[in-house]
């Protein structure tokens, strides 16, 4: 079953880029990955997803190492409001709909 | 205005009771799903449904239980025989792609079992 590994917490100077990684070594090949945060106490947001190529959208980046195993979240200008924990997920088994979040990475902003 | 929406936001209990939480979304999503996490935790997955009348267990279904009979609503029953119910349960949906699946997620029912 494909799951990922994150480090457990990362600090990050305001106004400096925060860059979050995930391994995922066990991705099949044709699964998409996702980064959700969540805020404390709410439901998980989703912020991006990528296959193979890079990945922009207004909230941030996604950077995918040409075999897949790992992954790069990049938030470029880290906020206060970022401080939230990042999930890195991907689909247990292909062609279900099982995915497995894990503990994620607890992002502190630091003013 | 679409979205999830999970009621209540918490929710009291004595120890030995059913318990059922609501899930509605309008976001015309096929699959849907329900997550527990406990504090300092992740996700775990209870359940998940692909299509009106369809559910799967996921890692920790024991306890609890579900139904989907319209598109829109996916409640979950905590029931007396869930060892440890007090948590926090999030609501999700998505599209139901067997590609691209982000889920979007209600705002979550804390569960107090007294």
């Known amino acids: 079953d494909a799951k990922t590994t994150q480090p457990p917490s990362m600090d990050c100077a305001e106004g400096r880029a925060a860059n979050l990684p995930c391994n995922h070594s066990?991705?099949?090949?044709?699964?998409?990955v996702y980064w959700y945060r969540q805020i404390h106490s709410q439901g998980p947001q989703y912020i991006i997803h990528?296959?193979?190529n890079n990945e922009t959208n207004e909230m941030a980046s996604l950077i995918i190492t040409e075999d897949r195993k790992s992954s790069t979240l990049i938030l470029p200008h880290a906020t206060l409001r970022d401080t939230a924990v990042y999930y890195c997920i991907v689909r247990v088994e292909p062609g279900t709909y099982k995915y497995i979040f894990g503990t994620g990475t607890r992002l502190k902003v630091l003013a | 205005d679409g979205g999830i929406t999970q009621s209540p936001k918490y929710l009291f209990r004595k120890e030995g009771q059913n318990v059922t939480l609501s899930c509605e979304q309008n976001?015309?999503?096929?699959?849907m799903y329900w997550y527990r996490q406990d504090p300092g935790q992740g996700l775990r997955l209870i359940y998940y449904s692909q299509i009106v009348n369809d559910f799967q267990k996921g890692d920790i279904a024991e306890g609890y239980s579900v139904s989907r009979e319209k598109k829109e609503s996916f409640p979950l029953t905590v029931t007396s025989a869930q060892k440890n119910p007090t948590a926090f349960y999030l609501c999700a949906s998505s599209r139901g792609t067997r590609v691209i699946n982000e889920q979007f997620f209600g705002p979550g029912t804390r569960l107090t079992v007294l």
């Open positions: 990528g296959l193979k």
């Open positions: 066990t991705i099949s090949g044709n699964e998409y």
């Open positions: 976001l015309n999503h096929d699959a």
